[in-house]
């Protein structure tokens, strides 16, 4: 949110606005968009608070249960070990829209720095920063990323056995395959972020106010970030929306493919792949995780389309 | 346009030098050899494995053997296919094209991966045009519809179809036309590629997606061309509406989509693992992902460089489509 000029409050009831409010606004217009946002929001509330009140954890299995069909005890399900497919959907969740999330939050770091920086600089360290991003664009990303994800799996296990020395994280089977999507995932996110910046940076670095801070003797990085960064705001959170989406589709291929998160542990992603694998006779195990998939996809798509046209970024960047 | 695509070719050399070296470098540098995985192996065979395979030489020297082999010694693409008659040679031959040599396998005793990939790749380049097919085909025509149609019952339905579709991914669309074609209806086989009627669902499943990105970016060109001074002449000449979409908003319209075609290419090729996995597809894309699980090394550099440099060759296709299409990105 763009802070608003200090100035003295107009006389009249209504409160000043700002670009930032001025987008809510737009953006609380956009039903379709708002319903979107609330079932994201309600979605990873679910995923994080809900597990503990289910009464079956993820891994329990009831093998003289069986693969049972949606029922009052298990609302979705349960799988061939009988364990509840609830249960397993929302810990599955949790992995999911993690990765999502933390390595959209990679990628964003990566491109708005490498973007600004290139921007800024301008003249030759520009144009090989960019010619950089042009060689890695040709790069068949997903390639690269199973490439990643098969050979680092042994540094990954070290990882893991590392990290589970810490307290916290003792209960975390797997957290080291975790950390490898999210770096896996992120450093081949940040491209497109990167040319969106460096192209705001140029325009907003021609700008008036960046001559003045230029005046008064702040440096480069107090500019960049103090400066260019905050104007930014509008297309990185937008893009960073759209990211998220692909980031999770990207983490649910690379599960199917057998390269996520490993068993007990589950994303949607394997989810789907066991479910596809067993759908012969019980379909449930496949309709359910594919919808909830599809439609957290669907929702996070429509969030990312109402915040561009609220935040009016093609305007911005024209 | 000439000096426009000689320079383009010149900088496909750097990406491709980088990608060769890129898998070269992870490839060795990892832990954990192609030999690794069979315990009962001796010293003695393990030593003799590793130098029929160049692997006992330094690094840099393995490095240099490498890149000669992969360099292209002669430019004949009409051989690539020339052999098709003849059931011993492959279909597809590197060798005799480019002079391309991909090495032994590690995996498969006595197979070269220039043989893996004759026997693999027309499978899933059979697939993957099948499945730009369909995305053209059934994008194009709803993406102009929805242009013309805009704000209307027909636009939003369009619009959210493509949208649902951009959001369903392959792998819950393919399983689902599964169980309902083939589990259910029995109209095809659940897997497999033997028939013709075997080309359907897996051509059906990666190509709608692609057919709904295409849609949207249809209309989305189209919306942005209509509104141009020119459609307006001629619907002031009194042109009808099919002609005006045909002949004057069409090559302006597709230009998006032109430029789309380039990740879609790519988006294909890596789209087809998922595929040729789901619909048991004896392709490329299963064969890459078996051969990276088993550390195939030279199987798996081979691979990601012929990827690479299909998808390098493809995006400057599109890159002179495009500048023909459109002579003023010639100077940017």
């Known amino acids: 949110m763009k802070a608003t000029a200090p100035t003295a409050p107009p006389a009249a009831a209504e409160r000043p606005t700002s670009p930032g409010r001025d987008a809510w606004l737009r953006l609380r217009r956009n039903r379709l968009a708002v319903a979107s946002g609330v079932f994201v929001v309600l979605l990873g509330v679910i995923c994080v608070l809900a597990p503990p009140f289910l009464g079956h954890g993820y891994a329990d299995q009831d093998l003289s249960l069986g693969a049972t069909p949606p029922a009052a005890t298990h609302w979705f399900g349960t799988d061939e070990l009988g364990r509840d497919l609830l249960a397993r959907l929302l810990y599955g969740g949790r992995i999911s829209l993690m990765v999502g999330f933390v390595a959209s939050l990679v990628a964003l770091i990566i491109g708005v720095t490498y973007g600004a920086v290139a921007g800024y600089a301008g003249g030759k360290l520009d144009a090989f920063l960019m010619r950089v991003v042009d060689i890695l664009y040709a790069l068949p990303f997903t390639i690269f990323v199973i490439l990643m994800m098969v050979f680092l799996k042994q540094p990954m296990d070290q990882l893991d056995t590392w990290l589970r020395q810490f307290d916290f994280l003792k209960n975390l089977q797997g957290i080291g395959k975790i950390v490898g999507l999210f770096a896996a995932i992120g450093a081949v996110e940040w491209l497109t972020m990167a040319r969106i910046v460096r192209g705001q940076v140029l325009t907003v670095k021609k700008m008036e106010y960046i001559e003045a801070a230029r005046t008064l003797g702040f440096g480069h990085t107090r500019i960049i970030f103090k400066h260019i960064v905050p104007n930014l705001l509008g297309p990185v959170i937008v893009f960073t929306t759209l990211t998220i989406p692909s980031v999770m589709m990207l983490e649910s291929f690379l599960s199917f493919l057998g390269l996520g998160v490993d068993a007990p542990l589950s994303s949607w992603g394997t989810l789907i792949k066991d479910g596809a694998d067993k759908m012969e006779n019980f379909p449930w195990l496949l309709v359910f995780p594919g919808g909830v998939f599809a439609a957290t996809l669907l929702a996070l798509n429509l969030l990312g389309d109402g915040l561009r046209d609220a935040l009016d970024v093609r305007a911005a960047k024209d | ?332």
């Open chain 2, 1 to 332: 346009m000439l000096r426009f695509i000689l320079r383009r070719l010149l900088e496909t050399i750097p990406v491709l030098l980088i990608i060769a070296s890129a898998t070269f470098f992870m490839l060795r540098l990892v832990p954990g050899g192609p030999f690794t995985a069979e315990k009962a192996v001796s010293k003695e065979i393990l030593r003799n494995l590793q130098a029929h395979y160049g692997l006992d030489k330094p690094l840099p020297a393995q490095y240099a053997a490498y890149l000669w082999d992969i360099t292209p010694k002669r430019f004949a693409p009409w051989r690539l296919f020339a052999d098709t008659d003849r059931n011993e040679s492959p279909d597809f031959d590197l060798k005799a094209a480019f002079g391309i040599n991909l090495g032994p396998s590690f995996k498969y005793p006595n197979r070269t991966v220039n043989e893996i990939i004759a026997d693999k790749l027309p499978h899933s380049l059979e697939l993957g045009l099948w499945a730009l097919a369909v995305a053209l085909a059934l994008g194009m025509p709803l993406g102009v519809l929805a242009a013309m149609r805009k704000n209307t019952a027909a636009d939003y339905t369009a619009s959210t179809l493509a949208m649902v579709g951009i959001c369903v991914p392959t792998f819950v669309m393919g399983p689902l036309l599964v169980l309902f074609f083939a589990l259910h209806l029995h109209w095809f086989n659940a897997s497999g590629w033997y028939f013709a009627s075997d080309r359907v669902l897996p051509a059906a499943t990666l190509g709608l997606v692609y057919a709904a990105y295409v849609a949207r970016l249809t209309r989305g060109g189209m919306l942005e061309v209509l509104n141009q001074d020119y459609i307006r002449t001629a619907r002031a000449k009194g042109a009808s509406e099919t002609r005006i979409v045909l002949r004057h908003a069409l090559r302006g319209g597709l230009l998006p989509v032109i430029t789309f075609l380039g990740p879609a290419i790519a988006g294909i090729i890596s789209g087809s693992f998922v595929i040729e996995t789901i619909f048991q597809i004896p392709g490329l894309g299963r064969e890459f992902v078996t051969s990276a699980f088993n550390r195939d090394y030279t199987l798996v550099s081979g691979t990601v460089l012929l990827y690479a440099g299909l998808i390098v060759a493809l995006n400057l296709a599109v890159d002179v489509v495009q500048v023909w299409l459109n002579p003023r990105l010639k100077f940017e």
